[in-house]
């Protein structure tokens, strides 16, 4: 049976993707999660890059990051964005990459005294809703771009 933990983000995510819709409607709308975290993968698909919404219970934190797998296509990947010096702009204000055991990332976080009580949910569900937007208008296209240059 699914633990109260479970329950909540079942719930959450539930309540939170009938309300939610993307500026992009070529990224798929991700599947409702029983855990922390909802994914959704951008080109070319797999584990090669996507965006991660999500609490951290133990750090009173939400956020959102994308990462880009590890590999040759996550490196090159990579040197492309890191390039462009209009995607950081497009971004959450103080988002800059990090590089943490073989991932590349951007992230932006939020502080939440607690993310389960419901005076705070409206609150994360902007955050969500605000900041996946702008990743995945900032980053889906141009991981397209990215997949589809490097297969020609």
Same mark, same amino acid.
């Given at each position: 049976?699914?633990?109260?933990?479970?329950?909540?983000?079942?719930?959450?995510?539930?309540?939170?993707?009938?309300?939610?819709?993307?500026?992009?409607?070529?990224?798929?709308?991700?599947?409702?999660?029983?855990?922390?975290?909802?994914?959704?993968?951008?080109?070319?698909?797999? =584990?090669?890059?996507? /965006?991660?919404?999500? #609490? +951290?219970?133990?750090? @009173?934190?939400?956020?959102?990051?994308?990462?880009?797998?590890?590999?040759?296509?996550?490196?090159?990947?990579?040197?492309?964005?890191?390039?462009?010096?209009?995607?950081?702009?497009?971004?959450?204000?103080?988002?800059?990459?990090?590089?943490?055991?073989?991932?590349?990332?951007?992230?932006?976080?939020?502080?939440?005294?607690?993310?389960?009580?419901?005076? =705070?949910?409206?609150? /994360?569900?902007?955050? #969500? +809703?605000?900041?996946? @937007?702008?990743?995945?208008?900032?980053?889906?296209?141009?991981?397209?771009?990215?997949?589809?240059?490097?297969?020609?």
């Amino acid at each position: 049976p699914p633990t109260k933990t479970d329950s909540f983000y079942y719930e959450f995510w539930k309540e939170f993707l009938d309300s939610f819709n993307l500026d992009d409607s070529n990224q798929p709308q991700p599947k409702i999660p029983t855990a922390q975290s909802l994914f959704s993968p951008l080109p070319p698909g797999g =584990n090669s890059a996507w /965006i991660n919404t999500y #609490f +951290a219970g133990s750090s @009173n934190e939400v956020g959102v990051y994308f990462k880009l797998g590890k590999g040759e296509f996550g490196e090159m990947a990579y040197k492309i964005l890191a390039e462009d010096e209009t995607l950081l702009s497009e971004l959450p204000e103080g988002c800059q990459w990090e590089y943490s055991k073989g991932f590349h990332t951007i992230a932006t976080t939020m502080h939440i005294d607690d993310i389960t009580a419901d005076s =705070n949910r409206e609150t /994360i569900k902007s955050f #969500f +809703a605000q900041n996946t @937007n702008l990743f995945v208008n900032a980053l889906r296209q141009r991981m397209a771009n990215i997949a589809k240059s490097m297969k020609d």
